[in-house]
C-alpha cells in the first residue's frame, strides 16, 4: 500500500528538520522556531522536490524505498558562537535524528514482543515487523542519503567544518547543481545502490535485534 511508505516519510524528514531547528535553537538561532518551523505540522515542512517528485522517481524506477527530505528550516549562521562548527552540529543532528528513531522504533517492537505484549496470528506479526523493518530502513537511508558530500545535503555542511576558506568557499559554489545531480542520480537510479552500500551495516546490526 503506498499511502503507509509516503506517511513513514513525511513523519521522518519532518522529525529530521525539527532536529536541526531544534540544535539550532540550543546553539542560539531562533530563526526556525520564530518563523514557525518547530511544529509536527507536516504542512509547514513539505517540500515539491524532496517530498514528492524524489521518492515518486524512485517508485517509477523500481526502488524498493523511498528518500526524500522537507523543506530545510532557516538557519541564520551569523547568530552562532563559532559559526562553521555549530553549523557543523545542525547538520549532524539531522542524520542522528533518524538513526536514533529507527533503531528506537526496532528496540522498542523487540521488547514489547519479547514481553508478550503482541497476542496476534502469524499474519499479523509478519506485517508489523515488515512495517517496522521498513521504517527503520527508512531512516537508516535517510540518514546516510543526508549524509553524502553533495551541496546542500547535510553532508556537505559537514565536510565544509574540515576544509579551508577556499575549499569551503568552492564547495558552497556547487550548491546551486546540488539538486540537479540528486534529480539525476535518481532517474538514472544510480542514487539508491549508494545509498544501500553505505547503509548495509547499520542495517545489519538492527538484524540482532529484531
Known amino acids: 500500500m503506498i499511502v503507509i511508505p509516503f506517511v513513514y516519510l513525511i513523519f521522518s524528514v519532518v522529525i529530521h528538520e525539527l532536529a536541526h531547528g531544534y540544535v539550532a535553537l540550543y546553539l542560539g538561532d531562533s530563526t526556525a522556531e520564530d518563523r514557525g518551523r518547530l511544529s509536527f505540522n507536516p504542512m509547514k515542512h513539505l517540500d515539491p522536490m524532496g517530498s514528492v517528485l524524489i521518492p515518486g522517481l524512485l517508485m517509477l524506477s523500481g526502488a524498493t524505498f523511498l528518500l526524500g527530505w522537507a523543506k530545510p528550516v532557516p538557519v541564520d549562521i551569523s547568530n552562532f558562537k563559532k559559526p562553521v562548527r555549530d553549523?557543523?552540529?545542525?547538520?549532524?543532528?539531522?542524520?542522528?535524528?533518524?538513526?536514533?528513531?529507527?533503531?528506537?522504533?526496532?528496540?522498542?517492537?523487540?521488547?514489547l514482543l519479547d514481553n508478550g505484549f503482541f497476542e496476534v496470528n502469524a499474519q499479523t506479526y509478519r506485517a508489523l515487523t515488515n512495517g517496522v523493518s521498513y521504517f527503520f530502513q527508512l531512516n537508516i537511508y535517510l540518514a546516510v542519503f543526508n549524509l553524502l558530500p553533495i551541496p546542500p545535503l547535510d553532508g556537505s555542511r559537514i565536510l565544509s567544518f574540515f576544509l579551508n576558506r577556499n575549499y569551503q568557499l568552492k564547495l558552497y559554489g556547487f550548491e546551486r547543481y546540488g539538486?540537479?545531480?540528486?534529480?539525476?542520480?535518481?532517474?538514472f537510479d544510480i542514487l539508491s545502490p549508494i545509498v544501500r552500500i553505505f547503509s548495509y551495516p547499520l542495517i545489519q546490526l538492527a538484524r540482532f535485534i529484531l
Open 179 to 187: 539538486f540537479l545531480v540528486i534529480f539525476l542520480l535518481a532517474t
Open 87 to 111: 553549523m557543523m552540529l545542525v547538520a549532524v543532528a539531522g542524520p542522528v535524528s533518524n538513526i536514533f528513531i529507527g533503531f528506537v522504533s526496532v528496540v522498542a517492537y523487540s521488547m
